[in-house]
């Protein structure tokens, strides 16, 4: 049996014809690149998705974090709590601005520490930025708190986790911004890089609507130096046609997760089951285990590909040793680190492959 860890071949097979209609409609338009049609109907979906005010599409889920510092005002010398443990874009984008990441270590469930936070706030503090990683929430009741404390904004990376729910808000509604990436191993994925940004503050809208079309008030006048990151038709086209399939892709990938959890022997590995206030949308599936590297090329072997969400922090990164970022002392997220393990998750697996990818991992200990 060969199990890849995401399938787009069967994705692409499920929605030939759909996306093929779609390409064919918008490339005779002649509108790509534009804020057009399809961006606007795109942004309109995510708002009522959402329940927010204001969505702006963008070209990453990068770009939605740095104009969403940009247009919160963070500049040089600033300082942002975030976490260590998540894709380099969270850190590179505090990083391009001037400011500096403070690091703070995470929970078993692999989000931030909360009761961590206040510690390390200063007066050069200027917001908090939680990673909602794998599909599963922060506590923001906990973080919005301290920073309506500490008069500090909230930039919520959402890229792994839309739809996630914390005490039945959706992720990104807490911040002062939420940003999102619908980059190809998304729930919600575009055909390319792609993202967007959810606000309920119309100042930040309208700066963050400028700036991504290099700060045009229009075509020949320029409000301010912007950049270019808007989203381009054609995907918009393809996230339009998606969106709608976006929770039945969740709800697929919840079972997947109950029928791992009902097979997979449980003195085996650690899984931070859902709580009552949380509903985890499962971006990925990430079990802690021991002897990890050799289950995974025992896994590997067995036709089961897997990968590893992450198994370098970026305060560990080179980059990050020249910035002497890898001072920090984060012995949860080192840990982590070495014992993470993602699992195949993707709405197309079948019931008898993740029966098989449970019956080999527990074969692997059995024997150990």
Same mark, same amino acid.
């Given at each position: ?7 787009? $071949?069967?994705? =692409?097979?499920?929605?030939?014809? =759909? ?6 409609? %918008?490339?005779?338009?002649?509108? !790509? ?28 889920? #990068? ?29 590179? %984008?505090?990083? @391009? ?22 510690? +390390?706030?200063? +007066? ?7 990673? @909602? ?7 923001? /009741?906990? &973080?919005?708190?301290?920073?309506? +404390? *500490? ?22 509604? !807490? ?22 940004? &959810? ?14 079309? @290099? ?16 989203? /381009? ?7 339009? =046609? ?17 029928? =791992? ?9 650690? !899984? ?8 985890? #949308? *499962?971006? #990925? ?47 949860? #997220?080192? $840990? ?17 492959? &993740?029966? *098989? ?9 059995? @024997?150990?």
């Amino acid at each position: 049996m060969k199990i890849p860890y995401v399938n787009f $071949y069967k994705q =692409y097979l499920s929605e030939e014809k =759909y996306l093929t209609k779609i390409f064919r409609r %918008v490339v005779k338009t002649g509108e !790509f690149v534009s804020t057009k049609d399809e961006v606007i109907k795109f942004e309109n979906k995510i708002k009522n998705l959402l329940k927010v005010r204001y969505a702006v599409a963008l070209n990453s889920g #990068t770009d939605a974090l740095t104009l969403g510092l940009f247009a919160m005002g963070i500049k040089k010398g600033d300082e942002i709590i975030t976490t260590s443990n998540s894709f380099i874009a969270s850190t590179a %984008v505090i990083i @391009h601005l001037g400011a500096k990441p403070v690091f703070v270590d995470v929970k078993n469930d692999q989000n931030i520490d909360e009761n961590l936070i206040e510690a +390390k706030i200063t +007066k050069k503090t200027k917001a908090i930025m939680p990673v @909602h990683l794998t599909g599963r929430m922060c506590a923001m /009741d906990k &973080i919005s708190k301290i920073a309506k +404390k *500490y008069n500090l904004g909230v930039i919520e990376d959402c890229a792994q986790s839309i739809m996630s729910k914390f005490k039945n808000r959706f992720s990104g509604t !807490f911040g002062n911004v939420g940003c999102f990436s619908t980059h190809p191993l998304k729930n919600l994925n575009a055909l390319g890089d792609g993202g967007f940004l &959810i606000t309920n503050d119309k100042k930040i809208y309208t700066r963050v609507n400028r700036l991504r079309n @290099h700060g045009m008030l229009e075509r020949n006048k320029i409000q301010e130096f912007g950049f270019v990151s808007r989203m /381009d038709n054609l995907q918009a086209a393809f996230l339009n =046609y998606r969106v709608n399939n976006l929770r039945k892709i969740i709800k697929k990938r919840r079972e997947n997760v109950k029928m =791992y959890l009902k097979n997979l022997n449980r003195n085996y590995f650690y !899984f931070p089951e859902e709580k009552k206030n949380e509903f985890n #949308t *499962y971006h #990925t599936f990430v079990i802690q285990v021991k002897k990890r590297d050799q289950l995974r090329n025992f896994l590997k072997k067995k036709g089961i590909a897997t990968t590893i969400h992450y198994p370098l922090p970026i305060h560990l990164q080179p980059a990050s040793a020249k910035l002497g970022l890898d001072k920090y002392n984060l012995p949860n #997220t080192v $840990y982590q680190s070495k014992n993470i393990l993602t699992l195949p998750i993707n709405q197309y697996l079948k019931k008898n492959e &993740i029966i *098989y990818i449970s019956q080999q991992i527990n074969s692997f200990y059995d @024997h150990q």
